[in-house]
C-alpha cells in the first residue's frame, strides 16, 4: 500500500476516531459542572449579585463565572487580569485557609468586578425583563445549559488533543515491545547513543542538538545498534500540518548533525497529512509510518 492511499485511509480513521471519543468527552465536560452552576446560581442569587463574598464562600464558582462574560474568559486571561498567572488553583477546590485563601482575598473584588462588568446579560434574560414564574423556569434552564455548553466545549477540545497523543503513544509503544523492546524510564537526556542500550527504548526523552529537545520515542536497535528517535503526529486539522512536519524536520537535522550516521529519524504519522509533506520527510531521508500501520515499525525493529 502506498502512502497516497494510507493518507486516506488515515483520514477516514482520523474522523472516526474524533466523533467517536470527543462527543462522550464534551457530555462528560458538560455533566461535569451541573453541579458548580448551581453553586454558583444560588450563591449569586441568579447571577444578579457576583460579589466577593460569593467568591470567598466557594472559589471554585470561578470556573462558572469566567463563561458567564462576553468574550468568556480563559484561567490565564482571568488571571492575569487580577495579576495572577492562572485562576486554576482556586478552581479545582474549596480555598478556605492559608496563604492561598490570604491571596483569594485580595484578589477576589477583582473578580467580581470584572464578571459583573461584563456579564452576558442577554443570556440571563431574567435581570432586565418580568417574567413569570414558568418563563423564569425556562429562562434559568436555558442559560444554564448555554453556560454548561460553552464549558463542555472549552473542555473537550482540550481533553481530546491529550486523549488524541495518549492514544497515539501508547500505540506505538505496543508496537515497539511486540517488536521484543524493553522501555526504560530514564529522563536524562541522551548525549551519546550509547545513553541507551541496544533493546531498550524511552517515551518522551531530551536528547542533545543544538538545543534540546524531546523526542516522542528513542530507541536503541537491536542489531544495528543506530539510535532511532520518531516523532509521532496525529494530525486533526490539515492545515496544521505544514507547521508538524516541519517540526519533524528540524529536530531530526539538528539530531543528525549530533550523531551522524549512527542516528535513524522517522516519524509515525495519523490524521490529516498532506502527500507534499510526506515526500518532504522521505526526500529528507526519514521514515515515515503509519499509526494505522504499525506493524511495519514492529518488523523494522525486529529485523
Known amino acids: 500500500m502506498n502512502h497516497q492511499e494510507n493518507r486516506k485511509i488515515s483520514e477516514h480513521r482520523e474522523v472516526e476516531i474524533y466523533f467517536d471519543r470527543a462527543q462522550q468527552l464534551y457530555v462528560d465536560a458538560a455533566d461535569r459542572c451541573d453541579e458548580i452552576y448551581d453553586i454558583a446560581e444560588d450563591l449569586t442569587r441568579g447571577f444578579q449579585s457576583i460579589t ?10 470561578i470556573k462558572i463565572l ?8 480563559s484561567q490565564m486571561k482571568l488571571g492575569q487580569l487580577v495579576g495572577l498567572r492562572t485562576t486554576a488553583n482556586y478552581e479545582n477546590k474549596k480555598i478556605k485557609s ?11 473584588p477583582g473578580i467580581a468586578n470584572i464578571i459583573s462588568n461584563n456579564l452576558d446579560r442577554s443570556r440571563f434574560v431574567w435581570h432586565n425583563t418580568e417574567l413569570d414564574r414558568k418563563q423564569l423556569q425556562l429562562a434559568r434552564h436555558y ?11 472549552q473542555n473537550s477540545t482540550t481533553a481530546f488533543r491529550n486523549w488524541r497523543k495518549d492514544l497515539q503513544e501508547n500505540q506505538i509503544a505496543l508496537a515497539i515491545s511486540q517488536a521484543g523492546y524493553i522501555e526504560v524510564a530514564s529522563r536524562t537526556t ?5 545513553d541507551l542500550l541496544p533493546g531498550q527504548y524511552s517515551r518522551e526523552r531530551k536528547v ?20 532511532m528517535l520518531l516523532e509521532a503526529k496525529a494530525i486533526g486539522v490539515r492545515i496544521d500540518a505544514f507547521k508538524r512536519i516541519k517540526e519533524c524536520r528540524d529536530k531530526a537535522q539538528e539530531w543528525q548533525n549530533s550523531f551522524g550516521k549512527n542516528l535513524i529519524f522517522g516519524a509515525i504519522l495519523a ?4 502527500i507534499s509533506e510526506v515526500e518532504s520527510l522521505i526526500s529528507s531521508g526519514h521514515l515515515v509510518f503509519w499509526e494505522h500501520r504499525l506493524e511495519e515499525l514492529s518488523q523494522l525493529l525486529s529485523e
Open 52 to 61: 466577593e463574598s460569593c467568591i470567598l464562600e466557594d472559589s471554585r464558582i
Open 66 to 73: 469566567r463563561y458567564c462574560t462576553i468574550p468568556c474568559l
Open 98 to 108: 492559608g496563604s492561598q485563601y490570604s491571596q483569594l482575598t485580595q484578589i477576589a
Open 143 to 153: 442559560a444554564k445549559q448555554w453556560t454548561c455548553s460553552l464549558i463542555g466545549n
Open 190 to 194: 541522551i548525549r551519546k547513543i550509547t
Open 208 to 227: 542533545q542538538g543544538h538545543n534540546i529537545q524531546k523526542a516522542d520515542f528513542a530507541i536503541r536497535l537491536k542489531k544495528s545498534k543506530k539510535l
Open 271 to 274: 490524521g490529516f497529512v498532506p
